[in-house]
């Protein structure tokens, strides 16, 4: 009885589901990168209920419907997003296991992937901006007025304070980068 009152106490997140891309990208990305098997991600209900960062996400890019929803369900407390603004974010986000995670930038691309203790956030008036398909380790801080370009990755406890070309993986800090376009190089930032 009780997922019954569940399914449709949640239709109305269900249909915003269907008519958001986005929103189906962030649920494909969760499903690529778990074991389907051991998470039932096929089931849009379980997954509001397992994955609280999930719903965090989702009440963030549903905005309005969001902010209703989101009075009835707890989100996840150790992860945020800016409250002051909206940030455009695109598809197929990934946060895994995002504990004390502060994703403060101007956009965040698409497939972006990040662990947990990461912030990327504000220094002296400017926020950073994320490209598409970046993946940013385990405590790892990116601040300032800065890009990160397209399939970039980011070491854990890497300190990244200056702009990042596309096809690179930066590590350290002061932040260095190891590879660029495949190959092997030491260039500091």
Not at 66 to 90: A, D, E, M, N
Request: proline letters at 6%; aromatic letters at 12%; glycine letters at 8%.
């Amino acid at each position: 009885m009780s997922y019954i009152i569940s399914i449709l106490f949640n239709w109305p997140l269900y249909m915003a589901l269907k008519i958001k891309a986005d929103i189906l990208k962030d649920k494909y990305a969760l499903m690529w990168y778990e074991d389907a098997s051991n998470f039932p991600t096929q089931n849009f209900f379980r997954l509001l209920a397992k994955r609280p960062y999930y719903r965090s996400v989702l009440f963030y890019r549903l905005r309005l419907v969001g902010s209703i929803f989101k009075r009835f369900y707890p989100t996840y407390r150790h992860f945020q997003l800016p409250s002051y603004k909206k940030v455009p974010i695109g598809g197929g986000i990934y946060l895994d296991h995002p504990f004390a995670t502060m994703l403060g930038a101007i956009s965040i691309g698409r497939r972006f992937k990040t662990k947990h203790l990461v912030t990327i956030g504000n220094n002296r008036g400017g926020n950073p901006t994320i490209g598409n398909n970046v993946f940013i380790g385990a405590g790892a801080v990116v601040c300032g007025s800065i890009t990160i370009g397209d399939n970039v990755q980011i070491g854990a406890n890497a300190v990244v304070m200056k702009d990042v070309p596309p096809n690179c993986t930066v590590i350290g800090n002061p932040a260095i980068i190891v590879r660029k376009d495949g190959e092997r190089v030491n260039i500091p930032l």
